[in-house]
């Protein structure tokens, strides 16, 4: 069974993958008119896809060989952080999965010396609390 494909949806999204986010003010001004109320609607994705526009290059980043849906991501999540933090008898706040979590992915990146190269702890501790090397 076949999607509807609602307005040439399919079609802006094949573009997309083909041209980039440049295509969306074409694709804004092809709009129909529109009810108050779809237009309300319409005027916050044209806002959300406009600020977010720059993230829509998806020619280059398939040039580049970089995945551009959400499925690696999920899987890393999985693997790399819901695996060290879902131990028998673990509970863990916000912050203290974030403490885990940011250093277990520098490392799975192999970005530690980049990180460091950051200074990071100079954004950790307040300059008053720091020790004179």
Not at 7 to 33: M, N, S
Not at 73 to 93: F, P, Y
């Amino acid at each position: 069974m076949t999607r509807p494909n609602p307005r040439g949806v399919d079609d802006v999204l094949h573009r997309l993958l083909r041209e980039g986010g440049g295509i969306l003010d074409d694709v804004w001004k092809a709009l129909p008119p529109l009810s108050a109320a779809a237009q309300e609607q319409a005027s916050g994705e044209q806002a959300y896809f406009t600020y977010h526009q720059t993230r829509l290059d998806y020619p280059r980043y398939w040039a580049e060989g970089l995945p551009i849906g959400s499925g690696i991501i999920e899987s890393a999540c999985k693997s790399v952080l819901k695996q060290r933090e879902s131990g028998r008898g673990m509970r863990w706040t916000e912050s203290g999965a974030q403490s885990i979590a940011t250093p277990r992915a520098i490392h799975r990146l192999g970005g530690w010396q980049d990180f460091l190269d950051q200074e990071p702890w100079s954004q950790l501790v307040p300059l008053s609390r720091r020790i004179a090397v």
